[in-house]
């Protein structure tokens, strides 16, 4: 092979990396299993199916987290962390990580209506 066409080759290769890259889905980077049971033991007692047997309009349906600006990682993960009125914090009780998966599993779950 040629110069020329090694590093064409190389070229192609590298940019097909680069745009798979781009293109995996976050849902990789969360443990959605170990999410789930976090949610059953941790907060479906609360938040059986996105609803809130505490207060009903503060409940995780996509509707009400958009009202209230808790619709990203970040809003859902501050607000498990530190907890907000009847919520209690929960960052002595899980990991960061564990915390980051949460959110991304109740985001996910909001935007399929909880099905």
Known sequence: MTIKLKNLIIILLLTFIVLNLN???TAFATDTVNAQKIF????????ING???????????LKALKKYHMDSIEAISSIVTNGKNNM??????????EIQDLSAYVLEQAEKGWR
């Open 23 to 25: 293109f995996i889905p």
């Open 40 to 47: 059953s033991v941790q907060c479906a007692g609360c938040h």
């Open 51 to 61: 609803s809130n047997i505490i207060r009903r309009g503060k409940n995780l349906k």
């Open 88 to 97: 209690p914090a929960y960052e002595d009780r899980l990991s960061k990580q």
